[in-house]
């Protein structure tokens, strides 16, 4: 599907659109904890305060709660039971930190009540890491040698990392509900505030969506570049 001047067309009709949404689920994120990073919440407590107090009312006194360096960078480890908040949301006392900090707390909750989509997330990692890696040089290769059967092989290897971003769609929808009727059940957070973070949350979950959605335009143009070669 190459048109006048070796324009990539399928580039143009998969890629670029979603490029676009990424870029703008992105930003919206940046701006929106932007917004809610200004604001400090009634209870003036901070992101690690309010995350040990969520970890300790859930029976989970044991998983640590730490600071790591960058700005968005929390997530809860798994492995050593570990939940890591940003410089931005570790000692700050804004609405926005506070959602954030909930989230992560979500995610700790869901591990130690065996939620289902998480344990599908991590059990399919293994599989994902070894065929992301595999599969753009035998994607590439089959561009280069024409040889759809190679180009198949590493599509297939592919749809794995899609089927691991699905998956976890359910797991930050999941994390984000938790925290959100954490915080508003338990006070840290009142009305106005609440609504707030779900703002916040709901704009960090889009990326997931746009990530998702990438990568499931990139296999479709990918079918269409095998097909045309398989076709010649």
Do not use: W
């Not at 006194?61 to 492995?79: C, R």
């Amino acid at each position: 599907m190459f048109g006048y001047y070796g324009i990539d067309y399928t580039y143009i009709i998969f890629i670029l659109p979603a490029i676009v949404i990424s870029l703008i689920a992105q930003m919206r994120v940046t701006s929106t904890f932007g917004k809610y990073n200004k604001i400090q919440n009634s209870r003036n407590m901070t992101g690690s305060q309010v995350a040990r107090k969520i970890l300790d009312q859930n029976g989970l006194s044991s998983v640590v709660v730490e600071h790591v360096p960058g700005n968005l960078s929390d997530h809860y480890d798994p492995t050593s039971r570990t939940l890591r908040l940003s410089d931005s949301v570790y000692s700050s006392s804004s609405v926005a930190s506070l959602g954030v900090a909930a989230h992560e707390c979500g995610h700790a909750i869901q591990h130690a009540k065996g939620y289902a989509p998480l344990k599908a997330r991590h059990s399919v990692y293994p599989v994902v890491r070894f065929s992301s890696a595999a599969s753009t040089p035998l994607i590439i290769l089959g561009l280069i040698v024409n040889t759809p059967a190679l180009l198949y092989l590493g599509i297939i290897l592919f749809s794995a990392v899609v089927v691991f971003q699905l998956i976890t769609l359910p797991v930050e929808f999941n994390a984000s509900k938790r925290a959100l009727a954490i915080l508003e059940d338990n006070n840290f957070l009142d009305y106005d505030e609440v609504r707030s973070a779900k703002k916040v949350l709901s704009a960090a979950a889009m990326t997931y969506v746009a990530s998702a959605l990438m990568s499931i335009m990139q296999i479709l143009r990918l079918l269409v570049l095998a097909g045309n070669r398989r076709d010649r």
